[in-house]
């Protein structure tokens, strides 16, 4: 049972608030039984692929099916096991007595979201991470799900789906015998595909940069509510890509710091790589919350320097017309003795002295400077 937000302040537009759900973390129902698997009624089928490789080559299968996993275990040979999809609970418990997964392990792996962390399972460990993949429209990103399970001489990566990921790259460097990939194990394996998934958090960031600054730019030049949402919809997108990485940062810290016979001391050091790189990028994820937040505060001391401004105009034209109001309201009471109401030229001598007032009133404001902002002022 996903755990639902908090009602956002009605400030918010629909399209934020179609956003709320970006990254919630998955949690079960009180007194639901340790292991058992949640499957969504709309997850991707599972799809088993494998590359097999050793220093001398590397063999793709595709389509591979639980009970033919079993048989690249034992070998010498490093085997990447690639799921795509969640929606088999049959093949699921295959796949865990094959392999031999802990029920709960599964439970992690099928129960999506979960938070990142690192589990030891003795001759098994259990890593869950958050990829980010941008929008074609660079208007978002989606947030899925990665899980590791890496033993001996192989490793098991499970994704929510197939469509998309970032592993394009080591999949090349496997095929092509490209970097030394293929002379190392299943623990460099496990840093190679970690540290892609770290590096996809900065295009996304960079296409945050550039809204940020557009947002910027709007903020400074015409202000108006569409800004305010923008503002929060990109609040909300900084704090989902926090939450993804934090954890993630806690649970490398702890493989580096405790350490783990599945992972070479060699290995280690490429770890300690990617930590400085979540390091780098948290940082950039503080300081673009600082900038969202300081364009908040600008916005509303532009909106309200806008509300000066209209005020200052009504009050200008307030201030002009009180003293032709009372004017036309004294010689309006038509009481007989009114000397005024007999003369000839009274209707014109009353005309010219509320002009007269008129202009002197707007000579006053423009000499002490209040007309000086409201030629610049756009009211919409």
């Given at each position: ?50 590359i097999?490789y050793?220093h001398?080559?590397a ?9 033919a ?17 969640l ?8 796949l865990?007595?094959?392999f ?6 599964l ?9 990142s ?9 259990l890593?869950?991470?958050q990829m980010v993949?941008?929008?074609?429209n ?8 990665v899980?590791?399970?890496l ?6 990566t ?17 095929t092509?015998?490209?970097g ?7 623990d460099y394996?496990?840093?190679s595909?970690w540290?892609?998934i ?16 557009e947002?910027e730019?709007k ?19 900084l704090?989902a890509?926090?939450r993804?990485?934090?954890p ?25 790589d ?7 990028i948290?940082?950039?994820?503080e ?18 320097n806008?509300m000066?401004e209209?005020?200052?105009i ?21 009481f007989?003795?009114m000397?005024?109401?007999?003369w000839?030229?009274?209707?014109f ?5 509320m002009?007269?007032i ?10 002490n ?8 002022l756009e009211?919409?």
């Amino acid at each position: 049972m996903k755990k639902k937000p908090a009602i956002y302040h009605n400030v918010l537009s629909q399209k934020i608030a179609e956003e709320r759900d970006l990254f919630n973390y998955n949690y079960s129902s009180p007194g639901t039984i340790p292991g058992t698997l949640t499957i969504e009624p709309d997850a991707k089928p599972v799809d088993i692929n494998l590359i097999d490789y050793n220093h001398l080559n590397a063999s793709p299968v595709l389509n591979l099916t639980p009970e033919a996993c079993g048989q690249y275990l034992d070998t010498e040979s490093v085997s990447w096991f690639d799921i795509a999809g969640l929606g088999n609970e049959v093949k699921w418990l295959a796949l865990a007595d094959i392999f031999g997964l802990h029920p709960l392990l599964l439970e992690d792996i099928v129960n999506v979201p979960q938070r990142s962390k690192f589990e030891d399972y003795d001759k098994q460990i259990l890593v869950i991470t958050q990829m980010v993949i941008p929008k074609t429209n660079k208007k978002g990103f989606w947030i899925e799900q990665v899980s590791f399970v890496l033993g001996k001489n192989y490793l098991l990566t499970v994704q929510e789906e197939s469509e998309r990921d970032c592993f394009e790259n080591v999949r090349d460097r496997l095929t092509k015998n490209q970097g030394i990939i293929r002379q190392r194990g299943a623990d460099y394996l496990f840093y190679s595909l970690w540290d892609a998934i770290i590096d996809g958090y900065y295009p996304v960031l960079e296409v945050c940069e550039d809204r940020i600054e557009e947002i910027e730019e709007k903020v400074l030049n015409n202000p108006d509510r569409s800004i305010l949402n923008q503002i929060y919809r990109i609040k909300r997108q900084l704090l989902a890509l926090r939450r993804a990485l934090w954890p993630q940062r806690n649970a490398l810290n702890t493989i580096i710091r405790d350490g783990h016979p599945l992972i070479s001391s060699d290995v280690q050091i490429y770890l300690r790589d990617c930590y400085d790189h979540i390091v780098e990028i948290i940082d950039m994820i503080e300081i673009y919350r600082e900038l969202v937040a300081s364009l908040l505060e600008m916005y509303v001391s532009a909106m309200g320097n806008k509300m000066n401004e209209i005020m200052k105009i009504l009050t200008v034209i307030s201030a002009i017309f009180i003293p032709l109001t009372f004017i036309a309201g004294v010689y309006g009471m038509n009481f007989e003795n009114m000397p005024e109401l007999k003369w000839y030229y009274g209707y014109f001598i009353c005309l010219a002295c509320m002009l007269g007032i008129a202009i002197a009133l707007i000579y006053s404001f423009w000499r002490n400077g209040w007309f000086k902002n409201i030629s610049n002022l756009e009211v919409k």
